[in-house]
């Protein structure tokens, strides 16, 4: 299977290559169109601000090859918001795969979100053999609300969504390379959809 992690200077990486090793797969980091197009799985993985890394997709026209991505698309966390309509941080559109608008925890909570949370509500085959109130975990100050295309629910001041699916196309706000057996779980039931 021909794994990508989308190559355009979100951080993170090294720990997503290192989640799929464990699971026996070899990642491969690219910004080629052609190859992001021809992999079997691609992760289109997210660490730090919205507006500056979407100007780094547009600049490298990635923003038009990914929305018409065919294969299975998995997005983390900040790759999950710039799938969505737009968000608040930096006042960025996004790519519109996903039809929601991504916004700011407000003053009465701790922003970021750091540390361990639960998933409940889950409705895709992301979460095979994963279990209600499993935990996860995240890292952000936005967040998407619960739409149509929400497939988990955490809690943080409200219920918001944790993950998001359409199509082929898979969003998760949390960090599955570092959310233990879960995570790893996630990985695997994404490379077997």
Not at 58 to 72: F, V
Not at 109 to 126: D, E
Not at 130 to 152: G, M, W
Request: hydrophobic residues 40%; positive net charge; charged residues 20%.
């Amino acid at each position: 299977m021909k794994l990508v992690i989308v190559n355009y200077g979100a951080g993170n990486i090294q720990s997503i290559k290192f989640a799929f090793k464990r699971l026996g797969y070899d990642a491969v980091l690219s910004d080629k169109a052609g190859e992001i197009q021809n992999a079997d799985r691609v992760i289109f993985p997210g660490v730090g601000e919205a507006s500056s890394a979407m100007n780094k997709l547009m600049a490298s026209g990635l923003d038009q090859i990914i929305p018409n991505l065919k294969q299975p698309v998995l997005g983390i966390c900040l790759g999950m918001q710039l799938m969505c309509h737009s968000t608040e941080e930096g006042n960025t559109l996004g790519m519109g795969i996903f039809n929601t608008d991504v916004i700011k925890f407000s003053k009465k909570v701790k922003v970021p979100q750091i540390g361990w949370n639960q998933i409940t509500n889950l409705k895709s085959n992301l979460f095979k053999d994963v279990k209600e109130n499993d935990h996860i975990y995240l890292v952000h100050s936005y967040y998407a609300p619960i739409c149509s295309e929400t497939i988990a629910i955490s809690n943080y001041e409200m219920p918001y969504s944790s993950a998001l699916q359409k199509n082929n196309f898979y969003g998760v706000q949390f960090h599955p390379e570092k959310s233990s057996k879960v995570g790893a779980r996630i990985l695997r039931n994404f490379l077997e959809l």
